[in-house]
């Protein structure tokens, strides 16, 4: 299974970017997905995440309201689209699933950095 991320950049604080992570692949068992962050000097932490068999989210209470995730089965690509970014959102976004059967395994993306400027 590979997790390709894409969509990152530089955005004004204010602004939006959406995240694309493509999966490719034996994912037939795929239990959730979703994305991770971290900053420089700090913990890498749950943003937004998806399961894959009834569309609970979860999201993180700094992005709740902000950031919005979703997913396109016939891509095996899961989104998330973030708007008014602070600066506090800056940081590399890591894409993971949660995919296999019968023992599922966690996979991570490349991670994709996201910019916030003045």
């Known amino acids: 299974v590979t997790l390709v991320e894409s969509g990152g950049g530089l955005v004004q604080a204010g602004g939006s970017l959406r995240l694309s992570c493509a999966a490719s692949g034996r994912t037939s068992s795929t239990y959730s997905k979703g994305w991770f962050r971290q900053a420089p000097g700090k913990e890498r932490e749950l943003v937004s995440a998806?399961?894959?068999?009834?569309?609970?989210?979860y999201y993180a209470e700094s992005v709740k309201g902000r950031f919005t995730i979703s997913r396109d089965n016939a891509r095996n690509t899961v989104y998330l689209q973030m708007n008014n970014l602070k600066f506090t959102d800056a940081a590399v976004y890591y894409c993971?699933?949660?995919?296999?059967?019968?023992?599922?395994?966690?996979?991570w993306g490349q991670g994709t950095q996201v910019t916030v400027s003045s």
């Open positions: 993971y699933g949660v995919i296999g059967s019968p023992t599922p395994r966690h996979y």
């Open positions: 998806i399961n894959w068999s009834n569309d609970n989210t």
